[in-house]
């Protein structure tokens, strides 16, 4: 299995930003995908979940302002992330969750600027 994210950058507060995250080497559509980030400092914390039937969960600190998606046609899971805070800057990771195993893409910076 292999994830390949994309999509981080530097933006300024209230603006926006949509992760990608494609994943190659399974059946996409039967895994549970996720994103994860990792501040400076801290531990990695879940952000979203998705799970193969589309039922979502978030952290409590981004409900309402991102979405996780997924598009089964392409092995895809988004993020869209609204209305960012500095407190969003972070190491953002996919990860797909099978009855394998659980797989890691390689991260990607997310940056908020006040």
């Known amino acids: 299995v292999q994830l390949q994210a994309s999509g981080g950058g530097l933006v300024q507060a209230g603006e926006s930003l949509r992760l990608s995250c494609a994943a190659s080497?399974?059946?996409?559509?039967?895994?549970?995908m996720g994103w994860y980030r990792q501040a400076p400092g801290k531990q990695r914390e879940l952000v979203a979940r998705?799970?193969?039937?589309?039922?979502?969960t978030y952290a409590d600190s981004v409900k309402g302002r991102f979405t996780i998606s997924r598009d089964n046609t392409k092995n895809t899971a988004y993020l869209q992330m609204n209305s960012l805070k500095p407190e969003d800057t972070a190491v953002y990771y996919c990860?797909?969750?099978?009855?394998?195993?659980?797989?890691w893409g390689q991260g990607t910076l997310v940056t908020v600027s006040s």
């Open positions: 990860n797909l969750v099978r009855r394998q195993g659980s797989y």
């Open positions: 998705i799970s193969s039937g589309g039922t979502t």
């Open positions: 080497g399974t059946i996409f559509s039967i895994v549970v």
